[in-house]
């Protein structure tokens, strides 16, 4: 499949990128048949498992589990079937040694399984868990596709928006002391004749309903504490999955036509998730566009030479017109070589070797069969 035969198909690269590092001196391949691998390599179809989907694992319980939304003291009894539904995916597709490749061209997992967070009203930590899941199962994956990664940046902030929905948290001190007063006055104005006849048993009652009202605003407090703190795992682990996966991408250099078209695409989705509150510091944003901007400078510096030179002045004028938004922000670290630096050099190498090539100074790695 195209995503096991990557590794050695950069390897390829990387020789013909390291021996050609003086572009006067033409070199070829060593062997028609490293050749031939290489192009049969990004002539592959993305891997279609013929299983079933998640959302076939939850028919037999979807409408139990739906239909347990409005009762939340049976919360238990739809998390059980969730579960359950998990399960038996988990045991059935996604333990499969074949499942990292899959989900390395195809995001659909993911997506399905956000939707049916969505569907079934689950709360954040049953979100959490399962991108958890998904984020263990990729560090496996060898690569990733760059469609996974444009897949998962146009669903992923719809289906993660009511989970970040701003919510304002009321100190429940102060409803506290609300009620108190309102216990007061009610007891004092009903009750003052067993305040004269029987004050112990008075105050005693009266200890009891404040130490009552006491311990439901703690636990109250816990509650808000636990509820954001888990929102807080739910966003780190969106961004790790993205971090994690933008380290593994890749681009099929023979549709070098919409590369630098899904870089920018990349770029806009990983801002979206800011503007979405998915991604709320400017240091997680500036990371994983990093990411980006140094995984696409490592897919320049391997397939220089199989790119037409054409492809590189197309960037040079978007850089030169300065339409990259994202490459034009201030770095937030003084002194620092910036992500429009950092690129320019990647297209000056490549676009070197992309006309080197061109000129038959440099063998094409890409020979037709």
């Not at 108190?180 to 009750?191: A, R």
């Not at 009552?212 to 780190?236: D, G, P, V, W, Y």
Request: aromatic residues 12%; glycine residues 2%.
């Amino acid at each position: 499949m195209k995503i096991k035969k990557i590794l050695f198909a950069f390897a390829i690269l990387f020789n013909i990128a390291f021996i050609n590092a003086n572009v006067d001196q033409p070199t070829e391949l060593d062997s028609t048949k490293d050749q031939i691998a290489f192009e049969n390599f990004f002539r592959q179809t993305p891997l279609q498992m013929s299983t079933y989907s998640m959302k076939h694992f939850f028919k037999g319980n979807y409408s139990t589990i739906y239909n347990l939304n409005q009762y939340r003291s049976i919360k238990n009894s739809k998390d059980a079937l969730f579960n359950k539904s998990m399960s038996e995916y988990i045991q059935t597709i996604f333990n499969l040694e074949e499942y990292q490749e899959s989900i390395s061209q195809n995001g659909t997992p993911i997506v399905e399984f956000l939707e049916l967070c969505n569907e079934l009203n689950m709360d954040s930590e049953r979100a959490y868990s399962g991108l958890r899941l998904f984020y263990n199962k990729i560090k496996g994956c060898e690569l990733i596709d760059d469609t996974v990664i444009n897949q998962l940046l146009n669903k992923m902030p719809t289906l993660l928006l009511k989970y970040f929905e701003d919510k304002k948290y009321e100190s429940p001190f102060i409803s506290l002391a609300y009620n108190i007063e309102k216990l007061l006055f009610s007891k004092f104005s009903n009750e003052i004749d067993l305040f004269g006849q029987a004050p112990d048993l008075f105050l005693s009652d009266l200890s009891e309903n404040i130490s009552l009202l006491t311990q439901n605003t703690f636990n109250k407090l816990e509650e808000n504490n636990n509820e954001k703190e888990i929102s807080n795992r739910l966003k780190n682990i969106v961004i790790k999955i993205f971090e994690l996966s933008l380290n593994k991408t890749i681009w099929d250099y023979q549709r070098y036509e919409s590369t630098w078209s899904s870089v920018l695409s990349i770029a806009n989705g990983l801002e979206n998730l800011a503007s979405c509150r998915i991604i709320t510091h400017i240091d997680d944003l500036d990371e994983v566009l990093w990411s980006l901007t140094e995984r696409f400078c490592f897919f320049l510096d391997f397939v220089g030479a199989a790119l037409p030179v054409s492809f590189y002045e197309n960037i040079e004028i978007d850089l030169e017109n300065k339409v990259v938004f994202f490459l034009e922000e201030p770095e937030l670290d003084e002194g620092i070589k910036t992500k429009k630096e950092r690129l320019i050099e990647s297209l000056t190498r490549g676009k070197l070797k992309a006309a080197a090539a061109e000129k038959g100074l440099l063998s094409d790695p890409t020979i037709a069969t």
